[in-house]
């Protein structure tokens, strides 16, 4: 890993965690005009280091609870379930947002709740502890995957930097 990766590598950790702490995201008021876009960042940054971790590592973050196998989208663990949220965060058009003839982006769920049910599926939020955001039918839960992700990015990549 070259000099300008582990600069980028700590600039979007060190961002990452003034986000993640800002609490910003835990707001569920309806509030917080720049709750969508520290979403995005987020979900930016974490792309981009779940990405040079595998590239630079060999180490995927590759855990699979509370994720729901989605073959069309091609998700099949934490990495690939944020790849696809910020795809279709970034794309107003994105397929990722799309269920049959269902468009659902940037819903959330927060406690233990189902936002809505289609296909004989329920979708929300299985726990009082935590927030979920649904993008189409899959959904990304602040605390189990992003918080979890970013703290095991830190983890794998502070020795190396």
């Known amino acids: 890993m070259n000099h300008i990766t582990k600069f980028e590598i700590e600039q979007?950790?060190?961002r990452l965690k003034t986000l993640i702490e800002s609490k910003v995201l835990w707001d569920t008021t309806g509030n917080n005009l720049f709750r969508q876009s520290?979403?995005?960042?987020?979900?930016?940054?974490?792309?981009?280091?779940?990405i040079k971790s595998e590239k630079h590592l060999n180490i995927r973050i590759d855990f699979i609870e509370d994720i729901n196998p989605d073959n069309n989208?091609?998700?099949?663990?934490?990495?690939?379930?944020?790849?696809n949220f910020r795809d279709a965060c970034c794309h107003n058009d994105s397929f990722r947002r799309k269920h049959k003839s269902?468009?659902?982006?940037?819903n959330e769920a927060s406690g233990k709740s189902i936002l809505f049910s289609i296909d004989n599926i329920d979708i929300g939020c299985k726990y009082d502890d935590d927030i979920v955001f649904i993008m189409g039918i899959n959904v990304l839960y602040l605390k189990r995957h992003i918080e979890r992700a970013y703290f095991e990015l830190e983890s794998i990549f502070r020795p190396s930097l």
């Open 12 to 14: 979007s950790l060190s």
């Open 102 to 106: 269902m468009v659902s982006s940037f």
């Open 38 to 50: 520290v979403l995005i960042e987020v979900l930016i940054h974490l792309k981009d280091l779940l």
């Open 73 to 83: 989208l091609k998700i099949f663990d934490v990495t690939s379930l944020i790849s």
